[in-house]
């Protein structure tokens, strides 16, 4: 996962999901002094790599990646440079998505790629991580215009359900059944870069899961 405040929660997201399914999962958190992305990142041998909220024109990395057996999988909303052939990409600045929905960070993303997974096995798993979505995209300053965003951040921000986000709001007392995204970007995001800027982005993945 990346080590900003959309990159965390986006890694969060994925990561608690899939723990729903399997203990066959783990992550891995990069701090600040490194570079965005896949870029001089050592990668432990693996069946599949999940990228989130970077990495979409890694195209060296992937293929590096690819000839070691490991399928790459991409989740952002960064746009594209250069043509990837050697990954899987979600994006939602790519396709027909991009003239839907640009506007959402990748977190929001990560959501939607929830949402199609619990459509194919008749879930609602997805439904938890609305909070995770929103204080990501607050997080990245994404535009509210979108009705899709605005709905995302408006049912995250009725249903705070992270208990780690709680405790940051409670601590900056915060009132819980009135958030808006006002507050998130005052006195919950603040605190998340924080940390990444001090190169504990892991102390964070650890509060947030």
Do not use: W
């Not at 050697?86 to 929830?114: E, R, W």
């Amino acid at each position: 996962m990346d080590f900003d405040n959309d990159g965390i929660c986006s890694g969060v997201m994925m990561y608690r999901y899939l723990k729903r399914f399997t203990d066959n999962v783990d992550y891995l958190v990069f701090n600040r002094n490194s570079e965005h992305g896949l870029k001089r990142k050592i990668i432990p041998q693996t069946d599949l790599l999940i990228a989130v909220d970077s990495s979409t024109n890694d195209v060296a990395e992937c293929l590096a990646l690819k000839q070691r057996g490991i399928d790459v999988v991409i989740i952002d909303h960064h746009p594209s440079a250069v043509a990837n052939p050697h990954a899987i990409i979600v994006n939602n600045q790519m396709g027909t998505y991009a003239d839907l929905n640009p506007t959402l960070s990748g977190s929001g993303v990560v959501l939607k790629v929830l949402e199609a997974l619990d459509d194919s096995l008749g879930a609602l798993h997805h439904i938890d991580f609305y909070d995770l979505a929103a204080v990501g995209i607050i997080g990245d300053v994404m535009s509210l215009n979108n009705p899709e965003t605005r709905y995302i951040v408006a049912q995250g921000l009725e249903a705070m359900r992270n208990e780690g986000m709680k405790k940051i709001l409670k601590k900056q007392n915060a009132d819980l059944y009135n958030l808006t995204a006002t507050v998130i970007s005052f006195k919950l995001v603040p605190i998340i870069n924080a940390a990444t800027r001090m190169n504990q982005s892991e102390l964070v993945v650890k509060l947030l899961l």
